[in-house]
């Protein structure tokens, strides 16, 4: 399969060359999320800061980021920690992005899931912030997420249902934990489907706010998708909530 048949690929390419230029959507990032990690989902950084409890002290500490984008939040988290990072994703243009912007204590590699492949034994942590849905077998992947893990290492998973993924009845349920079970994982679990709910609200109303700066720099295609992309938080939350679902996964290696 070529690169431009993947998944949203073409799409990708354009959205991170636009966040290396575009100053309105850095700023929109900053009032939706809370930081500006070049978002182009759910992750804001109250999720992210869900991810620093598990990161271990120490000067050898070695956390992946499935799907890294222009490594943004691998920078926020090293920030924190001082871990060395290590990210991979699709898409060049990201990949050139956080090479650039994060040279220090890290490695950055373009590549697909299901094909890259790291050593046993690797990371303390590795973390996918919506990004496991790339995965051709999500079975055969989260089991060579589980070779790259050390003894004690952590899977940290932000997990969204009704857009990319199929609503299913509940965290129990996902294609994900499917996957967990027929792989004999124990797993911890949370339902943050209503914090998503406020942070789509969130979202929507910040786009507002920029409307007019994305205009300016002729991104208004970019507000077009932002509005889009929240138009699900119109209706209720009871509604929304029937066809939308977002989980946070966590699998401790033993």
């Not at 046993?120 to 089991?143: C, K, N």
Request: proline share 2%; glycine share 8%.
């Amino acid at each position: 399969m070529n690169d431009s048949e993947l998944l949203f690929y073409n799409e990708y390419e354009q959205f991170y060359k636009m966040t290396g230029e575009s100053k309105a959507f850095a700023a929109f990032c900053r009032d939706a999320f809370g930081q500006d990690f070049s978002q182009d989902g759910f992750s804001d950084v109250k999720q992210i800061d869900r991810i620093l409890k598990y990161i271990p002290d120490g000067p050898d500490t070695h956390i992946l980021d499935i799907g890294c984008g222009n490594g943004k939040m691998l920078g926020y988290l090293q920030e924190r920690t001082n871990a060395f990072i290590h990210g991979f994703d699709y898409s060049g243009n990201a990949i050139l992005a956080a090479q650039k912007a994060f040279p220090n204590r890290s490695e950055f590699r373009q590549g697909r899931i299901g094909e890259i492949d790291y050593h046993a034994e690797q990371f303390d942590l590795v973390v996918s912030m919506d990004s496991m849905y790339f995965a051709p077998d999500m079975e055969a992947f989260v089991r060579q997420i589980l070779t790259w893990l050390k003894k004690d290492g952590v899977l940290f998973v932000g997990y969204q249902e009704g857009d990319v993924m199929p609503k299913t009845e509940n965290v129990k349920t996902t294609v994900l934990a499917e996957a967990f079970d027929r792989c004999g994982i124990r797993y911890e679990a949370e339902d943050i489907t209503r914090e998503t709910y406020d942070l789509l609200s969130g979202k929507r109303l910040a786009a507002l706010k920029h409307q007019k700066n994305f205009e300016a720099e002729g991104n208004r295609e970019w507000f077009d998708l932002l509005m889009l992309q929240t138009d699900c938080v119109t209706e209720p939350f009871e509604q929304f909530s029937r066809k939308m679902a977002r989980y946070i996964y966590v699998v401790r290696k033993g």
